[in-house]
């Protein structure tokens, strides 16, 4: 596995650099960067201070203007910050120019959450995928890597043994490629053949963004021990149990958390992991309801779904942490109207959310809150399709 991309065991201090533009403003841009110091965090990071400029675009040299540029340098050198952390994808020579100039370690978005993948990666199956997702990221920023070859890079005549070298590289990395692809295929076939074995009980699937709640609540529903923490993506390897409600059993599978800017290379190969939720008869969309930015989370986890088609299956909306939750109280005496910052649990519970067609329940998997009766949805949705699927036992229920 390449090891140019992942972070040192020892904790590192990191800054996290984001820009303000057209297409995102500096309250969109406050959020991302709160996520990025989580991921950071996760990753074993330290985060000692945040960068931020507003550009109509970014720079196609370094991605931030030369002034910042400066300034993130000074802060570096005075400060010996081991990493800078840019909240968006870096190009190749965007990468190589920042390194350049910083001469420190320069990781974006992207490789941030690879680095994290590649630590919670249990199963061989998450390692291979992992592994095909970081090759793919290196492929092209093969060149920046060679740090070794600074003194040959520029003038006439001195091209050779690097670019040979770097070229050698790249076809080793290009057949490592190929063949983590074959693998991935035949454990694809392995893994379709589990689920056409398990096709005969009904399958329901979490699903949302990471750090929500699934494996707390796959806990509760299976009486089972799914790992499961305060960090993004505690869970990465899909996990299925067996669980029974009444005398009605089905399979629930914990899936990969979502999350913004979730990079093509990890969504290309984890195409085989989120068959689960395509293969699903019913999904249950967890969101973390005192999460601030909520709403974005949900419509991030439904535009992956329709990627993946599989926005059209029956979907139980599930709010969870509500225990968590809290609102901006409303000064009385202040006429204004009131916000979403001010809405109470009881707001949330009349607003859209309530009224749509899917089913929706507002839970606490961590204080079990509604449980009793999230089970008897779920029960109530799994009978039907066992009915239909199964006329001949309708006589059990």
Not at 34 to 49: H, I, N, P, Q, R
Not at 97 to 102: P, T, V
Request: hydrophobic share 40%; with cysteine; glycine share 4%.
């Amino acid at each position: 596995m390449p090891e140019n991309i992942s972070l040192d065991k020892k904790q590192e201090t990191a800054i996290l650099v984001g820009v303000i533009t057209k297409d995102q403003d500096e309250v969109k841009m406050q959020e991302y960067l709160d996520e990025l110091s989580f991921l950071a965090d996760t990753a074993g990071a330290l985060v000692m201070k945040r960068f931020t400029q507003k550009l109509d675009y970014p720079n196609p040299k370094t991605f931030i203007g030369k002034g910042k540029l400066e300034e993130i340098a000074d802060y570096c050198r005075a400060m010996e910050i081991d990493l800078v952390i840019f909240d968006d994808e870096l190009s190749p020579s965007q990468m190589r120019n920042l390194e350049a100039e910083l001469k420190i370690r320069i990781l974006d978005r992207t490789n941030l959450i690879l680095d994290i993948f590649a630590k919670r990666a249990q199963t061989a199956h998450a390692k291979t995928q992992v592994e095909l997702a970081q090759y793919q990221y290196l492929l092209p920023r093969l060149t920046g890597m060679w740090t070794h070859l600074e003194r040959q890079r520029g003038g006439i005549g001195m091209r050779g043994p690097g670019e040979t070298e770097i070229e050698t590289d790249r076809r080793v990395i290009r057949e490592k490629i190929a063949k983590l692809k074959e693998d991935l295929e035949k454990i694809d076939k392995q893994m379709a053949t589990q689920r056409k074995n398990r096709a005969k009980l009904v399958r329901v699937a979490l699903v949302g963004y990471t750090n929500v709640g699934k494996s707390t609540l796959m806990n509760l529903l299976s009486k089972s021990e799914v790992f499961a923490e305060n960090k993004l993506f505690a869970t990465l390897d899909t996990t299925v149990r067996k669980v029974v409600i009444e005398n009605l059993p089905f399979l629930l599978s914990d899936t990969v958390g979502f999350i913004r800017k979730l990079p093509h290379h990890l969504v290309e190969s984890f195409k085989s992991t989120l068959d689960e939720l395509r293969e699903a008869d019913i999904l249950i969309h967890v969101v973390d309801i005192s999460h601030p930015q909520f709403e974005d989370h949900l419509n991030t986890v439904r535009v992956t779904l329709q990627e993946l088609n599989a926005d059209d299956k029956p979907t139980i909306m599930l709010f969870n942490k509500i225990d968590a939750f809290e609102f901006e109280q409303k000064d009385p005496d202040d006429l204004s109207p009131k916000t979403k910052l001010n809405f109470t649990l009881a707001d949330w519970q009349e607003t859209y959310m309530a009224k749509e067609n899917t089913p929706v329940l507002f839970i606490s998997a961590k204080k079990k809150t509604n449980i009793d009766e999230l089970r008897m949805l779920i029960y109530e949705h799994v009978k039907n399709i066992h009915t239909q699927r199964f006329p001949y036992d309708s006589f059990l229920f």
